[in-house]
């Protein structure tokens, strides 16, 4: 493990990590922290990093490691994390790059943290594991990346896009929620700038089982087809 001398250190708490990132405003700060790790965001993200979230007393955020470094560690786990703030290529955004990491302790996997679309929307849940009620919309294939889909839903006024990774055989399968209330698993990444041009809050899902129909659910709401734009007014 590199570890650097305390002096080259600026970040201690995964707080201080989570105001660089969104203010968007610093990188190349160096950062030393012991955090849980709440959830796994990504076996392998499209650069090809292990992405995971993590918490302490001061707030939660995500990180990327390179699974070559050793092994990544499960939901549960306390850790020791160095690394930097690195820039994304594509948006310029900041985020946590680790370059060391030492797993301290396991322990049972944190409990998803329950919430709202509104809740999320407003920042309320950041970086976090959580768990929410809302009604699908919009399900399509990414047209970019083979493998991945994109979600709408909303509740109570709010709308929420949804990453999730997904073959095209599970992209058709989650067609049939469209319209249906659902039950969502996920993390809520703060900010987002995609391809799609998606801007603000997401839910990233690992797993396409994490989102299903509310057992109590209503009937899927039957949206007409629009055949002439007339008949939008």
């Not at 809302?134 to 909303?154: C, D, I, M, N, Q």
């Not at 055989?169 to 659902?182: H, Y």
Request: with cysteine; glycine share 6%; proline share 7%.
């Amino acid at each position: 493990m590199c570890v650097l001398p305390l002096c080259a250190i600026t970040l201690f708490h995964v707080g201080d990590i989570y105001r660089c990132i969104c203010d968007g405003t610093a990188s190349d700060q160096h950062f030393a922290i012991t955090a849980k790790v709440s959830c796994v965001t990504a076996v392998e993200t499209v650069c090809g990093d292990f992405e995971f979230a993590v918490e302490d007393d001061t707030d939660a955020v995500n990180m990327f490691y390179d699974k070559d470094i050793g092994t990544p560690p499960v939901p549960g786990d306390t850790i020791s994390a160095h690394g930097i703030l690195k820039r994304r290529r594509w948006d310029r955004r900041p985020y946590a790059s680790i370059t060391a990491l030492k797993v301290l302790a396991h322990g049972p996997a944190p409990t998803p943290l329950k919430t709202t679309v509104r809740e999320m929307a407003e920042g309320r849940v950041d970086c976090r594991y959580c768990r929410l009620h809302a009604t699908v919309r919009e399900v399509a294939p990414s047209p970019y990346k083979p493998g991945f889909a994109y979600l709408t839903a909303v509740d109570d006024g709010c709308i929420i896009s949804i990453w999730a990774r997904a073959t095209a055989a599970e992209c058709d399968s989650l067609r049939g929620l469209i319209g249906k209330e659902v039950d969502i698993l996920g993390f809520c990444t703060p900010v987002n700038i995609s391809e799609l041009k998606f801007i603000g809050r997401q839910i990233r899902l690992y797993d396409t089982a994490n989102i299903r129909p509310t057992p109590s659910a209503t009937p899927a709401r039957q949206i007409p087809p629009v055949d002439k734009i007339g008949n939008l007014r």
